[in-house]
């Protein structure tokens, strides 16, 4: 019998700079050694490149300070193969703790584990053994080559020739600025969201928003400023699942999510991190070149907050009718019960419901009927839902439609005025009476609470980040071709109160990478956060 043997190595020769990974390094920042800080952020190109990020290193300096006790001794392993001599050459005698951490990327060896000299100077040392490998700090700057061999099963012996291909050079993961959530409820404060925890009072809990792109769509065609390995699903769905699981919400509701990626990725990951999910997914396959695929909309929640009580589904294609072709998209609605008490909750003992409507309108510019029409109907539901239980909700999602649009006046409103020129676009007549085009559910948007604050930390600067005009983010979709705001999280005002929001966005940050997606944030759209508290409760 024959089976397939796999060697990944890595050339260890060459450092590189943390700035400009195409560029070798010069120099080494002596204050990231001692700190403990990994070594790949510890060089730079050239002595202007150091300067330039030395505010940088000031900060990694001062966060690890407070933890330098506690990393143990840690700098064999940390700068075993490096000179911390500033000259940024390398030493290329391996660490033992990176030989024998290597070998968890692999099964028992076929090989002896050893460095291969190669001709021409080339150094390279074994690194794993399987079919995938996922690079790690210490190749950061190095080649990999993959080799694939066919080996005897009972000899072990290798048979034929082998097989390899080498990589680009690894570069550093980009490391997005976190960001912060700003207190909207009177007191002044601002919070950091990472994953050394999540900042939440007593009785309150946070809601995410976001639409992570899913990756039929993002191609280098319509995505082409971006690099194609920042592109790439293998890096996406990585770095997606770090600022997802960095926000710590109580509840999560993702848009444009696959439904294998979803089963496969997404879903045991978060249950990892102690999350339950829902999903629904839209009536229409796409096909992707050599598969067809499908996504829609994910909910999920912490099981040591809330329980599911009850799912509603919405396809709108079922009650759409004549408008079948264009209308595959889905809303998910859960209801959920809190297993925590609602600071204020008005009678003790009560079950504490929570009503979570997650969507994704209606993506072509075009068909302003039928966004229109499927967020009409989304509200209905959620009307006869409010009509059966007095309950607080939150209605999220992506639903392509700008501030001021017919959709965003029906939300925010409850009503489209007759005269509204989104109206004049109906050749099916799905829209008349216009009079029918309302609802009575008090909702309110979220973001829009910065606009209604006084002076806080935080707060004027997101304010200049609001429309004035409408009081909603100036953009949470950023492309090179549009940029505009098209999520939302509403919230019944008469239940819920915004207690903080995640920061918006600046855009001139964004534009360094040209648009969204980039190395730094991997989806067209930005994440939306909110935390809210539960008011005490009157009967309607």
Known sequence: MLAPGYRIQSDRKVAVCSVHPSEHATLQCLGCVKAKIPVAKSYHCSPKCFSDAWQHHRVLHDRAASAVNENGNEEEELFGRFNSTGSGSINTSLAPSASSASLANGSAPLYPAAVTQRSGGETWFEVGRSKTYTPTADDIGHVLKFECVVVDAETKLTVGHGSNILTSRVIPAPSPTPRHLISVSGVDMVGHLDSDGRISSAGTFTVLSYNILSDV????????????????????????????VGYRADIVCLQEIQSDHFEEFFAPELDKHGYQALYKRKTNEVYTGNIHTI???????????????????????????????????????????????????????????????????????????????????????????????????????????????APHALLAMGKVDPMHPDLAIDPLGILRPASKLTHQLPLVSAYSSFARMGVGIGLEQQRRRLDPSTNEPLFTHCTRDFIGTLDYIFYTADSLTVESLLELLDEDSLRKDTA????????????????FRCKPRTRR
């Open 217 to 244: 769509f993002a191609t280098s065609e319509l995505y082409s400023y971006c690099p194609s390995w920042a592109l790439s699903w293998p890096y996406r769905k990585q770095n997606l699942l770090r600022e997802i």
């Open 516 to 531: 969204l997606p980039s190395p730094e944030w991997s989806s067209d759209h930005i994440a939306l956060l909110a935390e």
């Open 295 to 405: 996504d829609g909309c994910a909910t999920f929640f912490r099981r040591d907050r809330f329980s599911h009580v009850k799912k509603y589904e919405v396809e709108f294609n079922k009650a759409a009718q004549s408008l079948t072709d264009a209308v595959d998209n889905v809303a998910l609605i859960a209801v959920l019960e809190a297993k925590f008490s609602y600071q204020g909750a008005d009678i003790p003992g009560k079950r504490q419901l929570l009503c979570v409507a997650n969507t994704h309108i209606n993506v072509h510019q075009e068909l302003k009927d039928v966004k229109l029409w499927q967020v009409h109907t989304l509200l209905k539901g959620l009307e006869k839902i409010a009509a059966s239980a007095d309950i607080p909700m939150l209605v999220c999602g992506d639903f392509n439609s700008v501030p001021g649009s």
